[in-house]
RNA sequence: GGCCCCAUCGUCUAGAGGCCUAGGACGAAGCCCUCUCAAGGCUUAAACACGGGUUCGAAUCCCGUUGGGGUCACCA
């Protein structure tokens, strides 16, 4: 059974290449009909903010992906972060727990001493300052600085000695080969890399040691990781093969680099995915696009609109790019129009109503929500963001609309009295139409048109100014049938009124 | 700087030696449709970083150069 985690430490908001690490991991997963899970990295109890394990599972969620297992109450009760939307207490479907790594410091140390006695890993006590100050001499004779167990100042560190750290004892020489599925065959001298400090001084597990001891006692079987980590690989592989550990596969996944072609940060900006809810875009859009910013379904096969299944029946590791991607807006808004088209109307209603809200817009009525529905239709296929919404539909809720300045009033290549005569006459017309039909509508008015000689344009222009206030709003007629009789009729005497003036 | 990785249109990519006069998508431009705006349809411009090899033949393999990225913590 395929097992595969993401693996955040809860250090700040998730940002959007994050989010595509975790995206590839759970689609590997799912695409195999394995288990994906989530595990807290908070080995480092000083770089801990409070509140982001939620932040992190939100957006996940938001995002579109669910885990088999992660954090539950009882574990956030124990850091005070527990909330209530967290998983269900052992809702951990058999893959085993806890998932927050500060509750397991107990089983590093454990395995830490064990690979000491083994004679793989050993003890020192250099200080900070006494590494510190080897890393300049060795930079001032220029080599490159690389502590191995010959480098210890003090051979002879007890069990019992405070302070003391554990580093692995890796080899002097020789390679270590990784086939990985991303980036294909990677080899590293074993010379050059670092004996890496797996026990701190403060008792607690490095990353190297805690995030491996836990990938292979929660049994995952692909490491799906960003590319920030390939350099540490050596140390990995080397504490899978002496700790005895069958060897998962690996997979290190690109950057998602921002316009300027650097790593996406925080500090650059970097939008977490509640920004991306906030202005607008669906799951399913940042989903897809997401998905897309690294892979593609290749063979030939050129479709770029995804629903999750499909990502789940397509996504293959073999088709995960090896370059860095750069994140850009256009292709999101794009795909963002095509979901929000594919929803069904009464679903996109929901959507947009914490969008209403914010642009002033009051849907509580049953006759608002009415309105709402038969709207609905007229700006599905208009709509690349639901931040939209507002000004395409605000004068269809209020009952007056604020005075329509006299330019919106005259149409395209007339001029003021005809466009006052042309109103007049619509307003006639009107005055003895059904509003129920909109095609009926259309009708009468394009008679209208010919009557006077004037294009469809020059006439509607005129009315739609009129009845809005703006120059761009959903099609016409289905607006009118939409507000009703009497307040178009009242906003056309309006209009007549300024004309006239 | 050492080590590692990457390199196809502006962007996301297809491409695993001949199917490539390099395909798709977004974006751009133009046309059509059209009551505005969209949506939709059609069309155009737009790329194999550079230099050497290997081969009958290279975007695809090798080497070098250049450019970009990652990493060099008792952080993850």
Redesign the pocket.
Known sequence: MVRTRF???P?GALHIGGVRTALFSFLLARSLGGQFFLRI?D??RA?FKPGTIQQIMDSLRWTGIDFDAGPDHASLSKLGEDFPGALPDAANHGIPGPFVQSERLHLYREHAEKLVAQGVAYRC????EE?QRM?LEAEAAKR??T?KKANRLRADVQPGDP?H?IRLDMPIMGQAVLDDLV???????YA?V?DP?IV???G?????L??MYDDWAMGVTHIIRS??????VPKHLYLFHVSGWPMPKFGHV??V?GED???LSKRKGAPSMFEFRDAGYLPEAAMNYLA?????P???D?Q?VFTSAELFAKFSMA?V??????F?Y??L??LN??HI?RLAPDDLAGRLMPFLKKAGITVETPEQKAMLARVIPLVQ????RLTEIGPLVDFAFVKTIPPVPRELLIGPKMEQHLSLFALKAARDVLGTQQFDDDAGL?KTMRDLCDELKL???QL??II?NAISGK????????LMGVIGKDVCLARIDAAIQTLSA
């Open positions: 693996a955040p430490s250090t990295e080995t480092d770089r006590n250099e200080t900070p590494l890393r490159t600085f502590f302070g750290h980036m294909g065959r990677v080899t590293f001298e050059n670092d400090v701190k001084g403060d607690s597990a490095t990353y190297h805690a995030a590319t920030e980590w390939l350099a540490s690109p950057n680099n072609g650097k790593k897309l910013l690294g892979w593609a290749g063979g030939g050129e770029n088709h790019g090896s370059s860095p991607a750069i850009s256009p292709k808004d794009w129009g095509t088209r296929e208009r709509l690349k259309e294009k469809p344009n509607f222009t739609r120059t761009v709003t959903p099609p016409l007629f289905g």
